[in-house]
């Protein structure tokens, strides 16, 4: 099972939109000397919804290469079209991600037995280990913890990334899924108290600019040392919070030029950071003590 700080990698970007090679580098060996315990890659974070395939494709593929097997490579083939799920999970497979996140089908709105027949089609195309990836807030589509338990059952599914903030569901998804289903935070906000409660990690957007603190909080949080959690976490509650005042990933993307380790390339619709917004990530990124 696949646990800890994961990074919910951004796919850093030329000020033309191309895909930045060196700087993708760059960042993966950053990530790993760090701690960080494995990487998605194309996920939200990583502008899935702007690369093409072969883009998508190849990223994943530079990802897979560049970890070595130095840590576990997740890659995101999530899509509203259950077909295309299916070429990029088996393009995923090919590259030698170690396992898929696959986000509900937005924008279409299926009903659950839709998003229960879309996920077991998937599993059964492919074999790899597959993660379920609930985020309504973005999907306008929300998987009920009784439909991830039905999952839970199918060969290859074999956890969820819950990103609602509810920390019932959390408890909910585990009483129902068992100690052998992985439970993932998507929430960076709530991220340390769902790893106190057994979640099994944290799928993180803050990991991208501070990966080293979230290691930490991982480890005192995963020993049941709350108060050390607790301690971490609370250096990191204002990029929790403002690595969100926008929508994600433009201010992850701003933070990381700002450290220095990206350039300021993002693709429309996106846009780069407002400036009223930057001080307040900016502020943020010094509270956390990595700029």
Excluded at 167 to 172: F, K, P, S
Excluded at 199 to 217: D, Q
Excluded at 223 to 248: P, V
Excluded at 257 to 281: C, F, K, N
Aim: aromatic letters at 4%; proline letters at 5%.
């Amino acid at each position: 099972m696949i646990q800890g700080s994961l990074v919910a990698l951004v796919t850093p970007m030329t000020p033309d939109g191309a895909v930045d090679e060196a700087a993708l580098a760059s960042l993966v060996e950053w990530q790993i000397a760090e701690g960080t315990d494995g990487i998605v890659a194309v996920g939200t974070t990583g502008e899935s919804a702007t690369l093409d395939e072969d883009e998508h494709c190849h990223v994943i593929g530079r990802v897979v290469e560049l970890a070595a097997g130095r840590v576990p490579v997740i890659a995101g083939t999530g899509a509203n079209s259950t077909t295309e799920a299916i070429t990029l999970t088996r393009c995923a497979q090919a590259a030698g991600a170690d396992a898929c996140l696959l986000v509900t089908p937005y924008y279409n709105k299926p009903t659950q037995e839709g998003l229960f027949l879309h996920h077991k089609a998937i599993a059964e195309a492919v074999d790899i280990p597959q993660i379920l990836y609930n985020v309504p807030g973005r999907t306008a589509c929300d998987m009920v913890p009784d439909t991830i338990a039905r999952l839970a059952k199918v060969p290859g599914i074999a956890g969820v990334k819950e990103a609602t903030g509810d920390l019932d569901r959390v408890r909910r998804i585990r009483e129902l899924c068992g100690d052998g289903f992985a439970i993932y935070s998507g929430d960076d906000a709530t991220g340390c108290e769902a790893m106190l409660m057994g979640a099994n990690g944290v799928i993180s957007v803050t990991t991208n600019v501070a990966p080293a603190a979230m290691h930490a909080l991982w480890l005192a949080a995963s020993a049941g040392d709350r108060a050390e959690a607790e301690r971490i976490d609370a250096t990191l509650a204002a990029l929790h919070k403002d690595l969100f005042i926008e929508a994600n990933p433009i201010p992850v993307k701003w933070a990381l030029a700002e450290m220095g380790r990206v350039s300021t390339g993002i693709r429309l619709p996106l846009t780069w950071l407002s400036a009223d917004a930057q001080e307040p990530v900016r502020q943020a990124l010094r509270l956390a003590g990595v700029l």
